[in-house]
């Protein structure tokens, strides 16, 4: 099975556009989203086109085939014209027989881990940074933000397949990658 990760929407429908372009063009199963879907949150600054409504209307179009996590941005109301859930802060799904287990990043990250096992992949978004490298027996994977990319780096989104990971520009160079 081929997933593709993306995180940080926050509410920008041109990123929104882009990453599911990619999404359709990769022929993944399984679109992962990583929290923060439509709001920009006090922090950051105004995406470009911003328009929740409109990215909730896109994203619901996609229902079957997201499996998404709530992010700090996220909240109750956005569950409301969301026709997937995404109020559970974390999740997990076994590929391959690799256990991906997806948070944030809020309450879980590689400095304070969840209970995982040795071979598991950790996925999470949140600092908006791409990463995808081993952390002793585990696997750490953020596929960056569509959105506001932070550190200097593009916007980027990861995708998995055949255990191989690698987080990707919208342009196509490799950020990161690693084998799981």
Not at 105 to 116: C, S
């Amino acid at each position: 099975m081929k997933l593709f990760f993306i995180s940080d929407i926050h509410g920008s429908l041109a990123c929104l556009q882009k990453a599911l372009n990619k999404f359709d063009e990769s022929g993944a199963e399984k679109l992962i989203i990583l929290g923060d879907e439509l709001y920009h949150g006090p922090r950051n600054p105004i995406p470009e086109k911003y328009d929740p409504a409109a990215c909730a209307d896109l994203l619901n179009s996609y229902k079957e085939k997201i499996i998404a996590i709530r992010g700090n941005c996220d909240s109750e109301v956005d569950q409301m014209i969301l026709e997937y859930p995404i109020m559970d802060t974390s999740s997990s799904l076994v590929v391959d027989g690799i256990r991906f287990y997806f948070s944030h990043g809020h309450i879980y990250n590689p400095k304070h881990l969840p209970p995982l096992n040795a071979g598991d992949v950790f996925c999470f978004g949140h600092i908006h940074l791409p990463i995808a490298e081993k952390q002793g027996e585990i696997t750490i994977l953020n596929p960056g933000s569509i959105t506001l990319p932070k550190g200097g780096n593009p916007a980027s989104y990861a995708v998995y397949e055949s255990h191989n990971l690698q987080v990707i520009s919208f342009e196509g160079g490799i950020l990161a990658e690693t084998t799981v």
